[in-house]
Antibody
Framework: QLQLQESGPGLVKPSETLSLTCTVS??????????WGWIRQPPGKGLEWIGD???????YYNPSLESRVTISVDTSKNQFSLNLNSVTAADTAVYYC??????????????WGRGTMVTVSS | DIQMTQSPSSLSASIGDKVTITCRAS??????LNWYQQKPGKAPKLLIY???SLQSGVPSRFSGSGSGTDFTLTISSLQPEDFATYYC??????????FGQGTKLEI
């Protein structure tokens, strides 16, 4: 059964870069059937899509974050990563990684990691 | 950018009630609409994709309908484990997503 696990620092200083990794187990990240995405949720608030990556070919980003975000894939480690630079307190959130599947031509996040809390503070 | 608006933002109901949550898109999104359930401290769980397709393993008391700009999630008979926050999500053929603000369903 496919599982996703986020990892990375729980505390990041303002203006620095937030870096998280999602490890995929029980399946291959190289499958052409899936995209892999990041979603975040500030404390007490709703969900915000950050971006998606397809294999190592294409990345798609939320326009509101696009200037600060990079998502990449490491197929040798079966991992994908999120880098968000120039962070502020507004980037404090639980960060989730998720599998973006296509079912009958329709896309949805069908498998999620448990999430990791990242606080931006000096 | 396409905006997703859910209503109501919160809802009180009782065990056995039928509940309907609405999601409206600022422009037509055909049937590219998903519904998720989130419980406190947990990751969201996919319930419905493509506006009306039930995700594998999700109880049949959950159903979705709609197309274009107006969509609904219906729970036919509330169970104790259904009290949670529900989110709609716009999908598309290429990944460019947005979520509604959420509907908190309380006892």
């Amino acid at each position: 059964q496919l599982q996703l696990q986020e990892s990375g620092p729980g505390l990041v200083k303002p203006s620095e870069t937030l870096s998280l990794t999602c490890t995929v187990s029980g399946g291959s990240i190289s499958s052409i059937s899936y995209h892999w995405g990041w979603i975040r949720q500030p404390p007490g608030k709703g969900l915000e899509w950050i971006g998606d990556i397809y294999y190592t070919v294409s990345a798609y980003y939320n326009p509101s974050l696009e200037s600060r975000v990079t998502i990449s894939v490491d197929t040798s480690k079966n991992q994908f990563s999120l880098n968000l630079n120039s962070v502020t307190a507004a980037d404090t959130a639980v960060y989730y990684c998720a599998r973006d599947s296509t079912m009958a031509g329709l896309r949805a996040f069908d498998i999620w990691g448990r999430g990791t809390m990242v606080t931006v503070s000096s | 950018d396409i905006q997703m608006t859910q209503s109501p933002s919160s809802l009180s109901a009782s065990i056995g009630d039928k509940v309907t949550i609405t999601c409206r898109a600022s422009q037509s999104i055909s049937r590219y609409l998903n519904w998720y359930q989130q419980k406190p401290g947990k990751a969201p769980k996919l319930l419905i994709y493509g506006a009306s397709s039930l995700q594998s393993g999700v109880p049949s008391r959950f159903s979705g309908s709609g197309s274009g700009t107006d969509f609904t999630l219906t729970i036919s008979s509330l169970q104790p484990e259904d009290f949670a926050t529900y989110y709609c999500q716009r999908s598309y053929s290429t990944p460019m997503y947005s979520f509604g603000q959420g509907t908190k369903l309380e006892i």
